[in-house]
């Protein structure tokens, strides 16, 4: 498969993860099994996914100008990717997220926004030269929806293909979605975009057809361990995911996303590239951590290998 040039306007977090065996219910303390140290935030970790797929990848985005700051660009620098468009904010500090992971490997996150609050349209308009040297931008809702807006106004004056994942949920203005080439919602997120809640495979259709109705080109519902609903004008199915032992599912999302940002073209098929991109999810679950469980070209590769010639 021939690989992009991937802009992603997103955010960056500290992530401080806490292992546990149950979540605490409210007003009750859990002792923590662990505490670790990571680099996160949705945008970062798509820019990531995106790199050690083969991807030439560039991350927007904001951080603090503060210590988490530095060592964010360092070890954003370290995974290959390019973060001469990453700008410091003077104020706010760099965005945070406390994530608790209980023995099932479920995770609960509580983000404090902190600099990527302050990613503004102006920001992005001041590094428009990314764009056009872009095949695909890639997009989150960690940052201001009007900074979101504009990314997505830049890439179709330059011509770039747009994937905008729609995390955390809200409601999006149907002005923002028609400029949209391919949207990635989990269940809850779709949902929330459409009104329409999700029971079966009908609801499931129905549900990609309001997201076609705005103006979407492909719609990807991802379902967990059930896999991917794919839908665009000519099929819609669902991909099944790749059976793993499920340590951590931070960032799985990210990885799917980072992976697709990296393959989509209009020469490789859909398919084939949403398959792909569901492997390197399901290998990231396999160990603990946002960016540290991302796995490399080569490690998806030799999965898919293996487990064609099976």
Known sequence: MRSNKVIVVGSYNV????????????????????????????????????????????????????????????????KGVNTRSIQKEKVQPTGMAFITVDSMGENTIVVVSGANWKLSPHDIESESKVFTDGDVLLTQLETPLDSVSAAIKMAQKTDVTVILNPAPAQTLP???????????????????????????EKSLLASAERLHSYGVKIVLITLGSKGV????????????????????????????????????????????????????????????????????LDTIISYQLEHSEA
């Open 15 to 78: 992530d401080m993860t806490i292992n546990v065996d149950v979540f605490p219910q409210a007003g009750e303390t859990v002792i923590g099994n662990n505490l670790a140290y990571g680099h996160g935030g949705k945008g970062a970790n798509q820019a990531v996914a995106a790199c050690l797929a083969g991807a030439k990848t560039s991350l927007l985005a904001k951080v603090g100008s503060d210590l988490y700051g530095n060592r964010a660009i360092e070890a954003l620098t370290l």
């Open 174 to 200: 149907p002005d923002l979605l028609k400029d949209v080439d391919i949207i990635t919602p989990n269940r809850a997120e779709a949902e929330m975009l459409t009104g329409i809640k999700i029971t079966d």
């Open 229 to 296: 609903f794919m839908s665009h004008p000519e099929k819609s199915l669902l991909i099944p995911t790749i059976r793993v032992d499920v340590v951590d599912t931070v960032g799985a999302g990210d990885v799917f996303n980072g992976v697709l940002a990296a393959y989509y073209s209009n020469i490789n098929s859909l398919e084939d590239v949403v398959a792909r991109a569901i492997i390197a999810a399901g290998l990231s679950v396999t160990s603990s951590g946002a960016q540290t469980s991302i796995p490399t």
